[in-house]
């Protein structure tokens, strides 16, 4: 069983920056890819960032490259996705998960742990 906490969201105006942590427990989160998801209101779950075990390889959709970044902190037992130029769209509960057993990285349903969520909102 992993737990995960996601911290750091907030409301922020356009062009501002947040940094979102995902914290895990226990030695499995850092032995399994971690990726983050976003959902607005009336949406579905969306795929944002991932980054793999040895944090090497990280994917992006494409609404996020070029302006978000998702790197790993072994000691803290974190990942992180920095956000910079955020705009509106951005506004939405933000997930991080782990252990993933699927296919695609951007595919909801291959994501075993998710956390509570953090709330980013994006004013314009």
């Known amino acids: 069983q992993v737990q995960l906490a996601e911290t750091g969201g907030g409301l922020v105006q356009t062009g501002g920056s947040l940094r979102l942590s995902c914290e895990g427990s226990?030695?499995?989160?850092?032995?399994?890819?971690v990726g983050w998801f976003h959902q607005a209101p009336g949406k579905q779950r969306e795929f944002v960032a991932a980054?793999?075990?040895?944090?090497?390889?990280?994917y992006y959709a494409d609404s996020s490259k070029g302006r978000f970044t998702i790197f790993r902190d072994y000691a803290k037992n974190a990942v992180y996705l920095q956000m910079n130029s955020l705009k509106p769209e951005d506004t939405a509960v933000y997930y991080c998960?782990?252990?993933?057993?699927?296919?695609?990285?951007?595919?909801?349903?291959?994501?075993?742990?998710w956390g509570q969520g953090t709330q980013v909102t994006v004013s314009s």
């Open positions: 226990g030695s499995t989160f850092s032995n399994y890819a």
């Open positions: 980054v793999t075990r040895n944090g090497v390889s990280t």
């Open positions: 998960a782990n252990v993933f057993t699927g296919t695609s990285v951007s595919d909801v349903g291959g994501w075993r742990y």
